[in-house]
C-alpha cells in the first residue's frame, strides 16, 4: 500500500469529487454487494459529480434514488447490510443526517453489541457539508462530534483526494456503519492518487507539515485552512507541526500527543461547534496525557457560537480563516498582540490551491 | 365550476395584483441574480403563483401560513412586505430575518407567516402545532401550509396527516405537486399516483385539483376552510402545477434532459397570470401593473439601500 509521503512524482492528479467516484465504482466492481442509493444519485447533477456514471456502468438496481424518507431509507440500508450487502446511503447535505440520527445511533451503531455480536451492520454513511452563498443555518452544519459521542459509529473526515478514495475504500470494506463526511469546498481540490484499489486505515492521523513550535490540528476543510494560515506564519518564523486526524473514530491520539508533547502548544481547529465538540475531546485527551507535564499550551477554535447565518457580512465571522487562525497561532505561540500578516501574501494564501502530496 | 361570486370584478382585482406581484418580483430576482447581489440559491415558484394566491385570497390577516424554500409566492401571497424580502436576499439588515435567513427562510409573523424551512417536511408538524395553538384560542383562526410532493413523502408529513385528523385541528394541508423533487420524476418515488386518497383515508375531506386555475383552487379551498372555522377540522389539497425555471437558481434547465420543455409550454398556455390579464379591461390592468412595476422598484431599491448587518449582529437572536 502506498502512503501519500512517499508518493512518486508523474502521479496523475485527481479531484477529490473524482476520487470518491473513483473508490465506489472501484468497490462495485469489486463486490456485487456492494450498492449507492440516495436522494439525487442518479439524477445528470450526481451529487456533484461524485456518483456520475455509477447508474450507467451498474443499473438501477445498484445506483437509485429514493423517496424523500431518509428515516426509513436508513433502517433500510440497516437491514440490507444485516443480510449481507453494503450500502452507501449518500446525502447532500449533513444537516439531513438528523432525519435518520434514530436509526444510525438506536439501531446501527447497537446492533452488532446489542445482538452479542451475531449480526454486522456494514454500511456507509456519505454526507457533504456546505458552505456560503447563503446555504445558512440548515445547509452548513457539521454535526460529527454527535456521531462521535455513541460508540459503535466509526467518524470519517478526509481533507484531501488521496484520503478520500483510501478512507472510502476502507470505510465500504469495515463491517461496521462508518459516517463519511465530505466538505463541499474540497470536491475540486486536486491530489495524486493512485490508480489502482488502495485503504488509508482509521485511526492513523497524517502529518500535513512538520515543524516544532505549535501543533494544529485541523479537521475536514479546516486542515486546508489551516495548511493556507501555515504558509503565513512562516512570515513570523514559527513552524507549524500540522496533523489531519482523517478519522475522527478511531481517533490517532497517539500521533497527536507525540507532537504535543514535543511542542507543548495545540491549537484544534474544528469545521463545527467548538463546544462539546471533536477539538473539545482531542484537547482533553491531551490535556489528561500532558498535563503534569510542565506548561501547556492549548485553545480550540470553529464556528462561532451562533446558528449560521446568511448573509457574507456575518457570514465571515462565523468561519475560522486562514487570517484568524494564523493570528491565535500566533498568540498561542507567545507572539506580540497585533500581528497582522501581510495582506499580500494572505491574500495569496487564500487563492492556493494544494496539490499535495501531504 | 366557477360560482359568479367567485369571479366578481373585485376578486379578479386582488388576484390578479397578487398574482402579478408574485411573478414581477421572481422575475426581477431572476434579472438580479447574475450580479451576484443576491448570494442565497432561490428557488423561484413561476409558474406556481396560483396556488399560493388562491388561497391566500380566502384568508384571514390573522390566519397562519407555513412555506418552504421555494415560499417567495407564499410570502407574498399572504402580504408579506416585498421590500423585507428583497433585502433579506441581499443579505441586508432591513431583511425580514435582519439578513440571517435569506431566500429559504422568509418569516413575516406580522403578517400571519411562519418561518420558511429548507429542511423538508419540517414545516408541516410545526405548522400543525401553530393550529393547535389557533384552535385552543378559538377565535376561528386557520394555518395553511404549503409543501411540495417530494415532502409529501417524509414520514412526518404523513404522522401530521394523522395527528391533525385526530385533533380535528383548524388546518389546510396544500401539496403542491409540481412532479419533481430537484430533477427525480413521481414515477422514481411513487408506486401509486393516488396521493389524495392516501390522505383521505385518515380522515379528512382530501381533493385533487388538476386544471391549475385560480378559482377551481379557490373555489375548493373555500368550502374547506369555511368549515374548519367551525370546528369541522383539517382538509387535504392537491394541486398540480409545474416549476418552469430550474430547481435552484435563476434559469431555465430543459436542456438537462430530465424533463420536456413541451411540458412547461402546456402549462404555460394555462398561465394564470397571463388569463387573469385578459380578462380585466386594458386601462385597469395597465393601472394595476404600473403600480405593481413601482412597488417592485421600491423594494429592489429598499434591498440597495439597506445596509449590511453589523459585525455584533452575529451572536445576537441565539437565545431569546
Ligand atoms: C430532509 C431533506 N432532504 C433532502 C433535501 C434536499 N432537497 C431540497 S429540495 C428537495 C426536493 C423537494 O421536492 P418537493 O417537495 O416536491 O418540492 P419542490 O422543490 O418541487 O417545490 C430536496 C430533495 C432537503 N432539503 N431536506
Ligand atoms: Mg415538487
Given at each position: 500500500m502506498s502512503s501519500p509521503d512517499t508518493l512518486s512524482a508523474g502521479m496523475r492528479s485527481l479531484r477529490y469529487v473524482d476520487a470518491l467516484r473513483e473508490a465506489v465504482a472501484q468497490e462495485m466492481r469489486r463486490d456485487p454487494d456492494v450498492f449507492c442509493f440516495g436522494l439525487?444519485?442518479?439524477?445528470?447533477?450526481a451529487i456533484q459529480g461524485s456518483t456520475q456514471g455509477l447508474l450507467d456502468e451498474f443499473g438501477p438496481d445498484r445506483c437509485f434514488t429514493t423517496p424523500l424518507s431518509e428515516d426509513a431509507m436508513t433502517g433500510v440500508a440497516i437491514g440490507a447490510a444485516m443480510a449481507g450487502m453494503r450500502p452507501i446511503h449518500v446525502h447532500i447535505r449533513m444537516d439531513f443526517l438528523m432525519l435518520c440520527m434514530n436509526q444510525l445511533v438506536n439501531m446501527a451503531a447497537k446492533a452488532h453489541y446489542m445482538y452479542g455480536g451475531s449480526v454486522k451492520v456494514p454500511m456507509v454513511v456519505r454526507s457533504m457539508i456546505g458552505k456560503s452563498w447563503g446555504q445558512g443555518a440548515q445547509h452548513?452544519?457539521?454535526?460529527h462530534a454527535m456521531f462521535m459521542h455513541v460508540p459503535g459509529l466509526k467518524v470519517v473526515a478526509p481533507s484531501n483526494a488521496y484520503d478520500a478514495k483510501g478512507c472510502m475504500i476502507a470505510a465500504i470494506r469495515d463491517d461496521n456503519p462508518v459516517i463519511f463526511m465530505e466538505h463541499r469546498l474540497l470536491y475540486p481540490i486536486e491530489a495524486p492518487v493512485p490508480e489502482e484499489p488502495f485503504m488509508v486505515p482509521f485511526g492513523r492521523a497524517r502529518h500535513m507539515r512538520r515543524g516544532d513550535d505549535i501543533t494544529i490540528v485541523g479537521i475536514s476543510n479546516m486542515a486546508v485552512e489551516c495548511l493556507r494560515a501555515a504558509s503565513l506564519l512562516e512570515e513570523v518564523g514559527l513552524s507549524v507541526d500540522l496533523i489531519d486526524p482523517v478519522s475522527l473514530v478511531p481517533l490517532d491520539m497517539e500521533t497527536i500527543v507525540a507532537s504535543v508533547a514535543r511542542t507543548r502548544r495545540l491549537l484544534v481547529v474544528d469545521n463545527a461547534w467548538v463546544s462539546a465538540g471533536a477539538g473539545a475531546e482531542i484537547a482533553a485527551q491531551v490535556a489528561e496525557q500532558l498535563g503534569g507535564g510542565g506548561p501547556l499550551a492549548i485553545r480550540r477554535m470553529g464556528f462561532a457560537p451562533t446558528t449560521c447565518p446568511t448573509t457574507p457580512a456575518l457570514e465571515a465571522h462565523f468561519y475560522p480563516n486562514p487570517l484568524t487562525i494564523a493570528k491565535a497561532a500566533h498568540a498561542l505561540a507567545g507572539g506580540a498582540g497585533g500581528w497582522e500578516p501581510d495582506p499580500e501574501r494572505a491574500r495569496l494564501a487564500y487563492q492556493q490551491a494544494f496539490k499535495g502530496p501531504f | 365550476m366557477d360560482s359568479p361570486a367567485l369571479k366578481s370584478p373585485e376578486t379578479l382585482v386582488r388576484l390578479y395584483r397578487s398574482l402579478y406581484l408574485v411573478r414581477r418580483v421572481e422575475e426581477r430576482v431572476a434579472e438580479i441574480y447574475p450580479t451576484d447581489r443576491i448570494k442565497s440559491p432561490v428557488h423561484l415558484s413561476i409558474g406556481q403563483e396560483a396556488i399560493a394566491v388562491g388561497i391566500c385570497d380566502?384568508?384571514?390577516?390573522d390566519d397562519i401560513v407555513s412555506g418552504t424554500y421555494r415560499g417567495h409566492a407564499t410570502y407574498l401571497a399572504k402580504g408579506g412586505d416585498p421590500k423585507a424580502m428583497l433585502a433579506e436576499m441581499f443579505g441586508k439588515v432591513g431583511g425580514c430575518a435582519r439578513g440571517k435567513g435569506g431566500s429559504m427562510h422568509l418569516v413575516g409573523l406580522e403578517q400571519g407567516i411562519l418561518g420558511c424551512s429548507a429542511v423538508v417536511g419540517t414545516n408541516v408538524p410545526v405548522a400543525a402545532g401553530y393550529a393547535l395553538a389557533l384552535k385552543r384560542r378559538g377565535r376561528g383562526q386557520v394555518a395553511a401550509v404549503f409543501y411540495g410532493d417530494g415532502a409529501s413523502e417524509e414520514g412526518c408529513v404523513y404522522e401530521t396527516l394523522n395527528f391533525a385528523a385526530l385533533h380535528k385541528l383548524p388546518i389546510l394541508f396544500i401539496c403542491e405537486n409540481n412532479f419533481f423533487a430537484i430533477h427525480e420524476p413521481l414515477h422514481r418515488r411513487w408506486a401509486a399516483d393516488q396521493l389524495t386518497e392516501r390522505v383521505a383515508t385518515f380522515g379528512m375531506p382530501a381533493r385533487r385539483i388538476t386544471s391549475g386555475d385560480i378559482f377551481e383552487i379557490r373555489d375548493a379551498a373555500s368550502g374547506l376552510i369555511d368549515a374548519m372555522r367551525d370546528g369541522g377540522g383539517p382538509a387535504f389539497l392537491e394541486c398540480h402545477t409545474y416549476r418552469w425555471r430550474e430547481h435552484v437558481g435563476p434559469a431555465e434547465d430543459y436542456a438537462a434532459g430530465y424533463r420536456a420543455r413541451t411540458d412547461m409550454e402546456e402549462w404555460e398556455r394555462r398561465d394564470q397570470v397571463a388569463r387573469l390579464a385578459a380578462m380585466l379591461p386594458e386601462a385597469e390592468r395597465r393601472q394595476i401593473e404600473a403600480e405593481i412595476e413601482a412597488e417592485v422598484e421600491a423594494a429592489v431599491a429598499y434591498a440597495e439601500a439597506s445596509p449590511f448587518p453589523a459585525a455584533e449582529e452575529l451572536h445576537a437572536h441565539v437565545f431569546a
Open positions: 439525487d444519485v442518479d439524477d445528470h447533477r452548513s452544519q457539521g454535526l | 380566502l384568508l384571514r390577516a
